[in-house]
């Protein structure tokens, strides 16, 4: 009798030490079924970039969900389709260097700002495997150290937009800086003087713009350009406008502009950001991370060995963004979106 207790106190000490795994959990190293769908970023492309000077990624679009196009300094867009993981270079005419921001209309048809060092900037167009200049700034050759630039610009239609364009005379005359706001429509510009650095636009209609400024917000009601909100204390450097009351403004945080009230989002170093209404949208934040903010609440995404610079949404659901790899000169594109759970 004994001998049989100590038999089955040792089977049991056995099996206690045994670990038991539950083969219906995906989680299990056993589980043979299909792993479960999740929201999650994957990398789902790379390719190197140019290594000296470094390329990098400037500006990003979304065409559908399956197409983004972007920009680079070394005045390159590249083109990427998801569905057959393809990608197209296309290089910006007239030598252009950098590209600053770029406007996605349909397939292969888009329009770019893009500098020639520190000579001139231009507003293409690319369509049908074609340039065409839409408009374009020189240098003033009698004058060292003046940088003519086309910031941003901010589309009502192709045939229609705002631009941020600075004039910096450098150690020259640097009172003399000129901080203009072109209104472009059917090949006529119009020029409008502001007193002060202006950042990013936001082009709504043409009597229904926004600017952000150095220490002013502005607005444009289609007769004259009006401060709407003092922000002074703040450091913003760019911008996105959700409606005629909300925005989001980014600094050294994150901040919700809202019927007149600034709240910051408590999110530190946004290096771009991309929402979809006031309470959604998709943040890459200094580190690189890729970061989800619904209704107040954050949820971070971190990829490792790539630091993520620029963002784009085409829903809820999908959104892409891009930038460099750590260790390598090469550029990632990332995708958010519903991806098998990985173990």
């Known amino acids: 009798m004994k001998i049989r207790v100590i038999i089955i106190l040792s089977i049991l000490s056995l099996l206690s030490?045994?670990?038991?795994?539950?083969?219906?959990?995906?989680?299990?190293?056993?589980?043979?079924?299909?792993?479960?769908?999740?929201?999650?970023?994957?990398?789902?492309?790379?390719?190197?970039?140019?290594?000296?000077?470094?390329?990098?990624?400037?500006?990003?679009?979304?065409?559908?969900?399956?197409?983004?196009?972007?920009?680079?300094?070394?005045?390159?867009?590249?083109?990427?389709?998801?569905?057959?993981?393809?990608?197209?270079?296309?290089?910006?005419?007239?030598?252009?260097?950098?590209?600053?921001?770029?406007?996605?209309?349909d397939e292969n048809y888009f329009f770019i700002t893009a500098s020639k060092e520190a000579d001139s900037s231009f507003v293409f167009m690319y369509k049908d495997s074609k340039w065409t200049t839409i408009?374009?700034?020189?240098?003033?050759?009698?004058?060292?150290?003046?940088?003519?630039?086309?910031?941003?610009?901010?589309?009502?239609?192709?045939?229609?937009?705002?631009?941020?364009?600075?004039?910096?005379?450098?150690?020259?005359?640097?009172?003399?800086?000129?901080?203009?706001?072109?209104?472009?429509?059917?090949?006529?510009?119009?020029?409008?003087?502001?007193?002060?650095?202006?950042?990013?636009?936001?082009?709504?209609?043409s009597k229904n713009v926004y600017a952000l400024g150095k220490s002013q917000l502005w607005s444009y009601d289609g007769i004259g350009w009006s401060s709407i909100q003092d922000i002074s204390n703040y450091s913003f450097k760019k911008f996105q406008y959700i409606d005629n009351t909300s925005a989001l403004l980014l600094g050294s945080s994150l901040y919700e502009y809202k019927n007149g009230l600034m709240k910051s989002l408590n999110i530190s170093n946004p290096k771009d950001i991309h929402f979809l209404d006031i309470n959604f949208g998709a943040i890459v934040v200094d580190n690189g991370d890729f970061t989800v903010y619904e209704n107040g609440i954050t949820k971070n995404y971190a990829i490792s060995e790539c630091g993520l610079m620029k963002v784009k949404m085409f829903n809820k659901n999908i959104g892409y963004s891009v930038g460099l790899g750590y260790q390598q000169q090469k550029c990632v594109i990332v995708?958010?979106?519903?991806?098998?759970?990985?173990?």
């Open 17 to 105: 030490g045994c670990k038991f795994y539950d083969h219906t959990n995906p989680l299990d190293p056993d589980y043979k079924g299909e792993m479960p769908i999740i929201k999650n970023i994957k990398e789902v492309y790379s390719f190197k970039f140019q290594s000296w000077p470094l390329e990098t990624p400037t500006c990003l679009d979304i065409r559908t969900e399956d197409e983004i196009y972007f920009g680079t300094n070394s005045g390159r867009v590249y083109k990427y389709t998801a569905s057959s993981s393809s990608l197209i270079k296309i290089q910006a005419p007239n030598g252009a260097v950098e590209i600053t921001d770029i406007k996605v209309f």
């Open 135 to 205: 408009c374009s700034v020189y240098k003033n050759s009698s004058l060292s150290g003046v940088y003519n630039e086309f910031i941003t610009f901010s589309f009502i239609n192709s045939q229609e937009f705002f631009l941020v364009y600075q004039t910096t005379y450098g150690d020259v005359s640097p009172n003399d800086n000129k901080h203009e706001i072109l209104y472009y429509k059917n090949g006529i510009l119009t020029e409008y003087d502001l007193p002060e650095e202006i950042y990013d636009i936001k082009a709504f209609d």
């Open 335 to 343: 995708k958010y979106g519903d991806f098998p759970l990985e173990r």
